[in-house]
């Protein structure tokens, strides 16, 4: 059963549509159809890539870190999303907390707001 806050994988494509590697990403919120389609967003283990005051960074003493299930730390990159059916979802390996998911949330539709 897929929840908002849990982190599965999923074959991200790149920007010009070529398959990606398998990675985890964040499930944000079910799109509201019969479909079974939710909108996810990309984590990576390159901290490199985090839009300051945009990306969350996941660090390993954070106290949800251990029940993520990501092995290092890694930034959920807010910007890389995607709306995919539940069933190309290959799986859970965690989740992160309510807050943080709330945050990541929030920033995202202030984002889409703007100015």
């Known amino acids: 059963m897929i929840h908002e806050g849990q982190v599965v994988l999923f074959r991200f ?3 010009d549509q070529i398959s990606g ?6 499930v944000i919120r079910e799109i509201p159809s ?6 996810i967003c990309m984590i990576s283990s390159q901290l490199s890539q985090q839009i300051p005051e945009f990306d969350e960074i996941i660090r390993e003493d954070d ?8 092995k290092t730390s890694s930034v959920v990159r807010i910007s890389r ?7 190309v979802l290959l799986g859970s390996i965690g989740d992160i ?3 943080r998911l709330m945050s990541i949330k929030k920033k995202l539709s202030e984002w889409i707001i703007g100015p």
Not at 34 to 39: H, N, P, Q, V
């Open 63 to 70: 106290a949800d870190f251990g029940r993520s299930g990501l």
């Open 81 to 87: 999303l995607a709306v995919v059916n539940r069933k």
């Open 97 to 99: 907390d309510s807050e």
């Open 21 to 26: 590697k398998l990675r985890p990403a964040l």
């Open 34 to 39: 019969s479909y079974g389609d939710w909108l």
């Open 13 to 15: 494509p790149q920007t």
